[in-house]
């Protein structure tokens, strides 16, 4: 029989070899998955329309809406009454194609991997990782195990995974990336308002028809999110961009993001995109199930909080879970053009490093 000290000292030794564990979620495996994106566009391109795909290693379903590039009017106008003081001054911003998925990324797409059975460092890098003999996706950081059910008794399949960090919807896009050989990330504020809008300059991409349509919100949402395409899609074909959960971007968020991406530009600002100088706050869209109507809005922006890990147990806490968002996830795109490895690394680690 083990003795309580020998259990003890089990534990402190697992504890340091975890601690110890190196990251091997480095530019140099970020180069491994580039090679092998662009080996499968150089042997099947795909063509720039709607398609539906599998997670090679877990045999969930997502799909993807095929998004033209295009010039609009980025923010809200002074005449619009629930405008908030950080939504412009409008700007003309330009976006270049991609896909995007039509849904918020569910729990069928995420809990696998969020829950993965092995060993891992804090950081989420595997203890048992041999980078001459593992592949490329389980080099990928992958979240550390709950310290709760992150559902919250609300539902699991079909529904929107929550409470999620930006850095963990980064590596979600980067573990997916790794496996299907394509390029995928979140959407920069400038995209996810575009797909948003679907062509439209009305505070909701569905102009004047009831908000209850399309949207789940305070006032019918019943205290609780709801299952992904419930509600009517945008014109695009795109759901719940208003409401059920408000989604991570790619960009670090400021008050003044208009005068900031325009900085010594004129005319038209090609592809926006802040990048974040700390981890608070970061910058979310799209308005939640406990939302007022104002902030389903199209042009509604605002930036996460260091109250969202109110309820985190854990000293130092954790870098995947913001535990009190239940009403946060996130969606995200493919460009259709293919990045270097650089900014591929960037857009999976922007949340890595910065205090």
Known sequence: MRSLFSIGFGCVLAISV???????????????IHAKIVATAAAAPTPHENYEAVIPLTGADYAMVAVPGG?????????????????????????EPFWISPTEVTWDQYEPFMITQVDRAKHGGRIDYDPEADSVVD?????????????????????PAICMTQHAANKFCQWLSAQTGHFYRLP???????????????????????????????????????????????SWGLYDMHGNVMEWTLDGYADDYFDRVTAGQSGVVLS?????????????????????PEDLRSAFRTGSAREWKQQDPQLPQSIWYHTNATWLGFRFIRPQSIPSAQEMYE?????????
């Open 139 to 159: 080099g990928v950081s992958q979240p550390t195990p709950p310290y709760t059910e992150m559902s919250f008794g609300m539902g699991q399949s079909g529904y």
């Open 18 to 32: 975890a601690a110890q564990t190196p990251s091997y979620d480095t530019l140099e495996l970020a180069e491994k």
């Open 188 to 234: 920069t504020e400038a995209e996810w308002e575009y797909a948003c809008r679907a062509g439209t300059q009305t505070p909701y991409s569905f102009g004047d028809d009831s908000i209850d349509d399309y949207a789940w919100y305070y006032d019918n949402a019943d205290d609780r999110y709801h299952r992904v395409g419930q509600k009517k899609p945008n």
């Open 71 to 95: 010039t609009f009017t980025m923010g809200s106008p002074d005449e619009d009454p629930d405008r908030g003081d950080n939504e412009g001054p409008p700007i003309q911003a330009r976006v």
């Open 272 to 292: 926006p995109y802040l990048k974040a100088d700390s981890l608070y706050p970061r910058s979310v869209r799209g308005g939640g199930w406990d939302s007022d």
């Open 347 to 355: 857009a999976w680690n922007s949340a890595t490093k910065a205090k």
